[in-house]
């Protein structure tokens, strides 16, 4: 007899997670951080920054037309985008030392799916409730104020994600003009378009998704067990304190009493006190929750603690707990601070050694070199001048090698060019040896070509070479 029994399916669907309100100092600073970096995100492209008439007044802005990228006083052209590359090497670096040192707390207090998931959640309790409210309303049948409730949530929401997703625009274009151009309609296309794609992505991630991008989309957390290490502080549950759990007070059970309040308030669903998690982003509500509960059954807090699981090794025995800073201070963390500091160092070095003046010099190779009809030897170089400060400058090329050599520039007799402000020309510039000098009958002559801008006192040359006739 054949058995018809369907097999279990392999995926089980999403239980949702409705996290209940809690209060205490970790709450509070998640507060503060989503304030402080939701007014950075949306204020930033409205901040102003006088630069002068021709360049733009936007205090940070990446110009992709322009190819540039303007922050407050600097300005990053396109071929120092090692600043960039360097930044980026930092933010990585940046993110292994506090990862190394306390844990997920990238991903607990300013990850941007953190800070979002926070605000709808927020929304969230605002139009429904607290979690026991969000519950009874997600198993309820449809009716008329369940469709009221969800489409005011829904709403909401939507206006905070057309904000996200047009600030984000903003950083890219003069902010005021955008907005009028949004309003009016006569923006590009692909301005509406990026901000509905990032419209759709905050709504979806940040009202559906949730917990579920920081466990199958992100990589961080597989990451970061190979970050961490016995010394890093992080939530941790002293089972040496709380079990066994039980509600009575007679010596036979632990502190804990079992009343869920740290599951309850964990946006994601998780339990601390089965140990170390992959899904666990260290936001420390769990240590609000159980300290509030501790304070009203007379225990002290710490119950659930920000810890290094050494220590929590180390109280189960009976012994003292090293001191912060001894958790802090070890080789991985030294080694990851001293290569964040050296790269951070000579960035702000390269940034303020950088002149406003800049060239770079091309040979014309083909051909290698040009013989004129008085028998004198050519050379062609495109030399590319780069004004880098607000005002238009006149720049002088000249040359200097050990052997007499004459300079020339296509298109004029002078030897002095005007470049508007933060422009770059591209200039044909002629180096000629006399027939009887011996530049003219070497196989190469090096050479330095320089440009100077005398009214700012600054200079910049690149060395090239000369081909002559023994080429």
Same mark, same amino acid.
């Given at each position: 007899?054949?058995?018809?029994?369907?097999?279990p399916?392999?995926?089980?669907?999403?239980?949702?997670?409705?996290?209940?309100?809690?209060?205490?100092?970790?709450?509070?600073?998640?507060?503060?951080?989503m304030?402080?970096?939701?007014?950075?995100?949306?204020?930033?492209?409205?901040?102003?920054?006088?630069?002068?008439?021709?360049?733009?007044?936007?205090?940070?802005?990446?110009?992709?037309?322009?190819?540039?990228?303007?922050?407050?006083?600097?300005?990053i052209?396109?071929?120092?985008?090692?600043?960039?590359?360097?930044?980026?090497?930092?933010?990585?670096?940046?993110?292994?030392?506090?990862?190394?040192?306390?844990?997920?707390?990238?991903?607990?207090?300013?990850?941007?799916?953190?800070?979002?998931?926070?605000?709808?959640?927020?929304?969230?309790?605002?139009?429904?409730?607290?979690?026991?409210?969000?519950?009874?309303?997600?198993?309820?049948?449809?009716?008329?104020?369940?469709?009221?409730?969800?489409?005011?949530?829904?709403?909401?929401?939507?206006?905070?994600?057309?904000?996200?997703?047009?600030?984000?625009?903003?950083?890219?274009?003069?902010?005021?003009?955008?907005?009028?151009?949004l $309003?009016?309609?006569?923006?590009?296309?692909?301005?509406?378009?990026?901000?509905?794609?990032?419209?759709?992505?905050?709504?979806?991630?940040?009202?559906f998704?949730?917990?579920?991008?920081c466990?199958?989309?992100?990589?961080?957390?597989?990451?970061?067990?190979?970050?961490?290490?016995?010394?890093?502080?992080?939530?941790?549950?002293?089972?040496?304190?709380?079990?066994?759990?039980?509600?009575?007070?007679?010596?036979?059970?632990?502190d804990?009493?079992?009343?869920?309040?740290?599951?309850?308030?964990?946006?994601?669903?998780?339990?601390?006190?089965?140990?170390?998690?992959?899904?666990?982003?260290?936001?420390?509500?769990?240590?609000?929750?159980?300290d509030? $509960?501790?304070?009203?059954?007379?225990?002290?807090?710490?119950?659930?603690?920000?810890?290094?699981l050494?220590?929590?090794?180390?109280?189960?025995?009976?012994?003292?707990?090293?001191?912060i800073?001894?958790?802090?201070?070890?080789?991985?963390?030294?080694?990851?601070?001293?290569?964040?500091?050296?790269?951070?160092?000579?960035?702000?070095?390269?940034?303020?050694?950088?002149?406003?003046?800049?060239?770079? $010099?091309?040979?014309?190779?083909?051909?290698?070199?040009?013989?004129?009809s008085?028998?004198?030897?050519?050379?062609?170089?495109?030399?590319?001048?780069?004004?880098?400060?607000?005002?238009?400058?006149?720049?002088?090329?000249s040359?200097?090698?050990?052997?007499?050599?004459?300079?020339?520039?296509?298109?004029?007799?002078?030897?002095?060019?005007?470049?508007?402000?933060?422009?770059?020309?591209?200039?044909?510039?002629?180096?000629?040896?006399?027939?009887?000098?011996?530049?003219?009958n070497?196989?190469?002559?090096?050479?330095?070509?320089w440009?100077?801008?005398?009214?700012?006192?600054?200079?910049?040359?690149?060395?090239?070479?000369?081909?002559?006739?023994?080429?």
């Amino acid at each position: 007899m054949t058995d018809q029994t369907t097999p279990p399916s392999l995926y089980a669907p999403r239980e949702p997670i409705f996290p209940r309100r809690v209060t205490g100092f970790f709450r509070r600073f998640k507060w503060a951080i989503m304030i402080v970096t939701l007014g950075i995100y949306y204020i930033t492209p409205w901040i102003r920054w006088d630069r002068g008439p021709s360049l733009p007044d936007q205090a940070v802005l990446v110009d992709l037309a322009s190819r540039r990228f303007y922050f407050f006083w600097i300005e990053i052209w396109p071929h120092e985008f090692y600043f960039v590359a360097g930044l980026l090497i930092m933010a990585g670096l940046g993110l292994f030392l506090f990862t190394s040192a306390l844990g997920r707390v990238w991903c607990g207090y300013t990850c941007p799916q953190t800070v979002w998931t926070d605000l709808f959640i927020l929304v969230e309790r605002w139009i429904e409730g607290d979690r026991n409210a969000r519950v009874r309303l997600h198993h309820a049948k449809w009716s008329v104020q369940k469709w009221r409730l969800r489409l005011t949530k829904w709403a909401v929401w939507l206006v905070i994600a057309v904000a996200t997703g047009g600030a984000w625009v903003f950083y890219f274009t003069d902010a005021p003009t955008l907005a009028r151009d949004l $309003v009016g309609l006569t923006a590009h296309p692909a301005a509406y378009i990026t901000i509905a794609i990032l419209t759709a992505t905050t709504f979806v991630f940040g009202g559906f998704l949730r917990e579920q991008v920081c466990n199958y989309m992100c990589p961080w957390p597989r990451i970061q067990a190979a970050m961490m290490d016995p010394d890093t502080i992080t939530v941790a549950y002293r089972e040496w304190r709380g079990e066994p759990r039980g509600k009575k007070h007679d010596g036979t059970t632990g502190d804990c009493i079992d009343c869920m309040a740290c599951v309850n308030v964990c946006p994601a669903g998780i339990d601390i006190r089965d140990g170390q998690q992959m899904e666990c982003i260290t936001c420390a509500l769990c240590i609000d929750a159980c300290d509030d $509960v501790m304070a009203k059954i007379g225990k002290p807090r710490g119950l659930i603690d920000y810890m290094a699981l050494s220590d929590e090794a180390a109280e189960r025995a009976g012994a003292k707990p090293k001191p912060i800073w001894r958790h802090i201070l070890r080789p991985r963390t030294i080694l990851y601070t001293a290569i964040w500091s050296l790269i951070g160092v000579g960035l702000v070095y390269a940034l303020f050694i950088r002149s406003d003046i800049e060239l770079t $010099v091309s040979p014309v190779r083909n051909p290698t070199y040009v013989t004129q009809s008085d028998g004198s030897i050519r050379n062609i170089y495109d030399v590319r001048l780069r004004n880098k400060s607000g005002e238009d400058r006149q720049f002088r090329l000249s040359l200097s090698s050990d052997e007499l050599l004459r300079i020339g520039l296509e298109g004029t007799d002078q030897l002095i060019l005007r470049i508007p402000a933060d422009t770059t020309l591209l200039q044909r510039v002629y180096v000629t040896a006399r027939a009887q000098d011996p530049a003219a009958n070497a196989a190469a002559t090096p050479l330095r070509i320089w440009v100077e801008d005398s009214e700012a006192q600054t200079r910049a040359s690149k060395a090239t070479t000369f081909n002559g006739k023994g080429n």
